[in-house]
Structure formats: structure tokens, C-alpha cells
């Protein structure tokens, strides 16, 4: 990556800081996002992902750093980075008062488009976002994830190279969601560049070239889904129970053990109160998993329900974004 200048790249932050008052927000975050890829930005909230997307897509002004989109410089040609961009705001901005059909021609005339390219486009995306019946019908009637449906159409009308997208799928059902996941890789595979926040770990694992965990204002890790996942010792075996005086004295047993296996010695399981369920670090391999029921035998524990958990980007999450006790080398960034 050091041989790339922040020309080559269709997003480049250096330094990035910004600040609200005396609270700090982004504290100095380094990215680098090649043409073509998905870059996904992961945080709690309030971590400062939509912060990031508003600096990077012009509608504030950052602090300090050296920012560049689509090889502009933001701080001296704001216009060319509005030029190459589309933007999805968190929070949708479609007009209710109009019908889905008008907010689309909105926005080919805003972006200048001869009036029959405007009428085609509009129509296309509408087809393309299952937005047709609903066409003619004032927006303040659609659902949440109709309305989503068209803020993100509205966003691809000037044709964008690089686009912005803040938590496209929240509100989305299933179905929807797998339909705008066909639809970013669809773009992505015609050379755009999508820079996407979310709250689904899953949609970063599905769609992210690379993925960067927000956390304290730093990058806490950056890398494929892959390399994270490789970040964490997330693996453990869960039992559940049903009955609460079974879950508290499993809970008594498991602090009590001795290093009978070796799942069990390394921490002893964390009780989860709400759930009744009792969690053995375990890497899921068939000898831990025999020594660690050969224990609850022996010790007489019959939960309800047992699952194996292997690592997934939930438990990068949590390890880099919690308060629990991370060690230090995993919250270095894989570069
Ligand atoms: N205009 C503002 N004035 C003051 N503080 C702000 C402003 N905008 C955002 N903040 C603060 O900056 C921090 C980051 O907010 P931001 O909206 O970027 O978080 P986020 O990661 O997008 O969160 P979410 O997942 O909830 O969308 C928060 O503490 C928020 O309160
Ligand atoms: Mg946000």
C-alpha cells in the first residue's frame, strides 16, 4: 500500500481528525480504498462512521488530514469530489410530499441530464429497485425500506463512480437486503467503488473487499473479513438452558472446574444471565468438543440446547469495540 499514491486510489484519508467541541471524533484515521473495491466502515454507535461519510462526501469539512476522493483533493476541489460521487445519507432524503417517480426526476435534473435520459434513467432504476407500482404514488405512503429502496436509486441517477453508502440495508427485510446486496455487487463489478457503513457484521462479510473496525476515533483493525476473523479467539461452545436452577449450578460447576479439558481451563465460561446460557471457549475441534462433553457428563450437566460457535465478525466486534479485556496484539490493524 505504500506504493500507492492517493491518486491510484478512489478514496485516501490521512490524518483524518474531527472534532465536536472537546470531543474528539475521528482522532487521525489513515484509508485507502482502491477503484472497484467495497470498503466497509464498522463502529458502535456513535463510533463516528457517519462523520467519516459526511467529510468524505463533502457535507462537512474535516479538521485536519489529507483527504482525496476519486484523486481530488477535497480540501481544494470540492466540486470534481461532488462531481464523482454518490452519497446515501444514513437518514433517507427523499421528498414524501412528491411520488417516488418526481423525487427521481429531481435528481436527473439536478445532476443536468437532457429530459428523455432523465425519464429513461428514472425509469430504469425504478424498475431495477421493484419501485414500479409504487411509481406514481406520493412517498409519504411507502414503507421504511421502499423509502430506502428509493433514496438509494436516487443516489446512482448521475451515474456515480464512487458512492457513499450510510447503513443502506437498516430497515430492509431479508429479501430486500439480498436484493441490494446483488445490487452493490453489480456496480462494483461495472468498476465502482462503495464505501459502506453498517450494523450487519454479515453484510461486510458478504460484500466487503476490506473491512475497518472504528473504535475510541482509531482504526482498532483493518482487513478482509478473513484476516479479522483470524484476529479473534472467538470460538466457544454455548449451552443453554431452561431451567434456571440447572443454567446456576452448571455455572457453579464451570467456575469450579480444574483443568479437567483444556476448552475449560482456559476461562472457565462466562455466564450470560438473561439467556441462561453458558459459554466454553473451544476452537470447535472434535477433541475439545469430546473432552467438553465427557465433563458434563461427569459432572451431571444436561443443558438444553448445545452449538458449536465458530469465530464470525460479531466477535471481532465485540472484542475490538467492547470493554472487555482485548490484549494488545489484537487490536493491532492487519496491513
Ligand atoms: N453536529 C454535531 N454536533 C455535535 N456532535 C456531533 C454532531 N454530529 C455527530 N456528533 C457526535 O459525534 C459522534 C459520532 O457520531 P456519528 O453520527 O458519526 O456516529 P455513527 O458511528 O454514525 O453512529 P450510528 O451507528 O449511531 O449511526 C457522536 O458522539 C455524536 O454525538
Ligand atoms: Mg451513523
Not at 473495491?37 to 469539512?61: C, H, Q, W, Y
Not at 473487499?209 to 482498532?220: C, E, K, P, T, Y
Amino acid at each position: 500500500m505504500t506504493t500507492t499514491t492517493p491518486h491510484s486510489l478512489a478514496i485516501a484519508a490521512k490524518g483524518l481528525r474531527k472534532a465536536y467541541g472537546d470531543k474528539t471524533v475521528l482522532d487521525g484515521i489513515d484509508l485507502a480504498v482502491p477503484a472497484g473495491t467495497v470498503f466497509s466502515l464498522l463502529g458502535p454507535n456513535g463510533a463516528g462512521k457517519t462523520t467519516a461519510v459526511k467529510i468524505l462526501s463533502t457535507l462537512i469539512t474535516a479538521d485536519a488530514g489529507e483527504l482525496h476522493v476519486g484523486g481530488h483533493d477535497l480540501a481544494t476541489d470540492p466540486q470534481a469530489v461532488r462531481a464523482a460521487i454518490g452519497v446515501t445519507g444514513q437518514f433517507s432524503a427523499v421528498d414524501g410530499l412528491i411520488t417516488g417517480e418526481e423525487n427521481m426526476l429531481l435528481m436527473a435534473d439536478l445532476h443536468l441530464l437532457p429530459r428523455s435520459e432523465g425519464r429513461r434513467t428514472a425509469a430504469e432504476l425504478l424498475e431495477r429497485f421493484d419501485l414500479v407500482d409504487a411509481a406514481q404514488k406520493p412517498v409519504s405512503t411507502y414503507s421504511g425500506g421502499m423509502k430506502r429502496r428509493l433514496d438509494i436509486a436516487m443516489t446512482l441517477v448521475g451515474g456515480p463512480r464512487i458512492i457513499f453508502l450510510d447503513e443502506p440495508t437498516t430497515g430492509l427485510d431479508p429479501r430486500s437486503r439480498h436484493n441490494m446486496w446483488g445490487i452493490i455487487r453489480e456496480l462494483v463489478s461495472g468498476g465502482v467503488t462503495v464505501f459502506l457503513t453498517t450494523q450487519y457484521l454479515e453484510e461486510a462479510d458478504e460484500l466487503a473487499d476490506r473491512i475497518a473496525v472504528l473504535s475510541d476515533g482509531r482504526i482498532a483493525a483493518e482487513g478482509s473479513a478473513e484476516e479479522l476473523k483470524r484476529l479473534v479467539p472467538g470460538g466457544h461452545v454455548r449451552l443453554r438452558f431452561a431451567d434456571p436452577a440447572a443454567y446456576r449450578s452448571a455455572a457453579v460447576a464451570l467456575r469450579e472446574v480444574t483443568p479437567l479439558a483444556p476448552g475449560l481451563a482456559r476461562a472457565g465460561g462466562t455466564p450470560i444471565d438473561e439467556a441462561l446460557s453458558l459459554q466454553i471457549p473451544s476452537d470447535g475441534s472434535q477433541r475439545e468438543l469430546r473432552s467438553i462433553l465427557d465433563w458434563l457428563d461427569s459432572a451431571g450437566i444436561e443443558a438444553d440446547e448445545l452449538t458449536v460457535h465458530t469465530p464470525d465478525l460479531d466477535d471481532v466486534f465485540f472484542a475490538l469495540t467492547g470493554t472487555a479485556d482485548v490484549p494488545d496484539q489484537l487490536r493491532k490493524a492487519v496491513r
